[in-house]
């Protein structure tokens, strides 16, 4: 079975830009989270879709957006980025149920704002 | 809020010795699941072990194992016969059982191992 697929792998962008970053789940992986990892604040979490739905979200601004599609593939969104938003974003999927929901993460998206 | 804490930012281990990585955690919550995930040079986060915190038994999975206090909220990986390749960050982590954020996992900030010859 594939792994989690992110594109693309490597961006360069400006300050004031937006940016999409794709996520490609586990085939049969209906949840979809995103993570922000940077030196200094570490691994923070973003977000979380289930069945199109925003289930979960952390503290993060507005700017930050995401959405899930019906194939469970999920793109998230950076409006008017600014220097901080450098990092590296990285999606995990998993399935449902207490047994079976353990996050499995793709190679993340490398992120440079310029 | 939960917080996950690691004392060692970095760790060093020759060839087929063991060591042991530290993480504590606290939280006010009884139903969790724990986590190990070792991110090489390739940024790729890989599952190394899990613990759901009903369970008793340590969790084990071929050289790697853990010990489990829940008592004392603390959650050790234990790396026996090292290899090169066992060189990565290593992450501990915590995801709520409340399925109202049972979603989110809260990192530790990492510990750098190295293996040497």
Redesign the interface.
């Known amino acids: 079975k594939a792994g989690v697929t992110q594109t693309p792998r490597y961006l360069i962008k400006t300050r004031g830009q937006q940016v999409t970053l794709s996520c490609s789940p586990i085939s049969g992986h209906r ?1 979809v ?1 995103w ?1 922000q990892q940077t030196p200094g604040q ?2 923070q ?1 973003l977000f ?1 879709y ?1 069945s199109e739905t925003q ?2 979200k ?1 503290n993060f601004p507005g700017r930050f957006s995401g959405r899930q599609f019906s194939n469970s593939r999920s793109e998230m969104n950076v409006s008017t980025l600014e220097l901080g938003d450098s990092a ?1 974003y ?1 999606c ?1 999927s ?1 399935l449902e149920g ?1 047994e079976y ?8 998206t ?1 992120l440079t704002v310029l | 809020a939960q917080t996950v804490t690691q004392s060692q930012p970095e760790m060093s281990v020759q060839e087929a010795e063991t060591v042991t990585l530290s993480c504590t955690y606290d939280t006010s919550e009884s139903d969790y699941y724990l986590f190990w995930y070792k991110q090489p040079p390739s940024r790729q986060m890989i599952l190394v072990i899990r613990q759901e915190a009903y369970k008793q038994q340590n969790a084990t999975e071929n050289r790697f194992s853990v010990n489990f206090q829940k008592a004392a909220k603390s959650f050790s990986l234990k790396i026996s016969d090292s290899q090169l390749g066992d060189a990565a960050m290593y992450f501990c982590a915590y995801r709520s059982g409340n399925t109202g954020t049972a979603s989110k996992l809260t990192f530790g900030t990492g510990t750098r191992l190295q293996v040497t010859l």
Not at chain 1, 101 to 108: E, I, L, S, V
């Open positions: 949840s989270s993570y570490g691994l979490f979380e289930f289930r979960n952390g590296l990285l995990a998993s207490r929901d353990t996050q499995y993460f793709g190679p993340g490398r």
